[in-house]
């Protein structure tokens, strides 16, 4: 009967031959979920024997990990903003760069009046707009998205969150187009990929939805569509953030420029990546 350390070692050697990223944290991870503890519980139990019914199911998720299924699809959620959301292929998988951009947005308000009608456009999960629900109480959401599945997807997180549903209003559309209502701040992380990239990226991306990776030719097809449509739906003074790819920052500004937005921001990342572009109206 193998204990805890060997199934973890042997895992993490399965896991880096096939070219996984931190394969022992994901070996981690994987076996907390199937022993339902937490890895900290891992490491105080080392020598614990794992019966058949616990390496046969851990056995499968090492073997999907293995084929870069992502590790965030296999345990069912992703934390993010300190909440935990469920997460499937019926939307992109939350990034730690979208993090960000919330938190960005926290501090722009933190010394003027918080934003109450808020628009969170190509919504996937719902993370950016529910999270920002919960920094801001008084605030109601408009959750746009495309997908049916994807508003499935962030109709399940505000249901498992416990929040107040009638705060938040989910609607398939494309971007704006035809919504006639107007907001305090618009926000969207939408497709930033080049179409001809798509097929290089790395393995767990392909288990994103394609639409949710796919920015048109140069990647800015549907960026600087949504420019030109929150001019006629945001309130005098509203805001404009956006998270764009990589060397995209200097276009996106001057198409904002030229768009007849004003005090135009551009906002690196953590890696130093100019990642994000706000903007007011």
């Known amino acids: 009967m193998k204990t805890l350390l060997e199934t973890l070692q042997s ?26 503890c937490t890895r900290m519980d891992l490491y105080l139990s080392f020598d614990r024997p794992l019966e058949e019914s616990q390496l046969s199911p851990l056995r499968d998720m090492t073997k999907r ?7 965030q699809h296999i345990l069912g959620n992703v934390e993010f903003m300190g909440k935990e959301f469920l997460s499937d292929k019926r939307a992109l998988i939350p990034r730690p760069e979208t993090e960000e951009l919330v938190g960005i947005l926290f501090h722009q308000y933190k010394n003027k009046k918080e934003p109450i009608d808020i628009c969170d456009v190509g919504c996937g999960s719902g993370v950016i707009g529910i999270s920002l629900a919960n920094h801001w109480p008084d605030s109601n959401i408009e959750m746009i998205d495309l997908s049916d599945q994807a508003l499935e997807l962030t ?35 939408l497709p930033y990929v080049c179409t001809n990239d798509i097929e290089s990226l790395e393995p767990e991306l392909k288990y994103d939805p394609v639409s949710a990776l796919d920015g048109g030719e140069c990647g800015l097809s549907l960026i600087e569509e949504l420019i030109v449509q929150a001019k006629s ?49």
């Open 233 to 281: 739906n945001l309130n005098d003074g509203g805001v404009l953030a956006l998270e764009i790819g990589d060397d995209q920052s200097s276009e996106v500004v001057q198409f904002m420029n030229d768009n007849g937005y004003k005090n135009i921001e551009s906002l690196k990342d953590l890696s130093h990546i100019e990642r994000f572009v706000i903007a007011t109206l």
């Open 65 to 71: 990990r293995g084929n870069r299924e992502p590790l």
């Open 155 to 189: 109709e399940a997180n505000i249901q498992s969150l416990d929040l107040d549903s009638s705060r938040f209003n989910l609607i398939n559309n494309n971007l704006l187009e035809g919504l006639g209502k107007r907001f305090d701040l618009i926000v969207a992380n």
């Open 11 to 36: 895992g993490t050697a399965y896991l880096e031959k096939r070219g996984v990223d931190e394969p022992r944290l994901n070996m981690e991870h994987l076996t907390a979920k199937v022993l339902d």
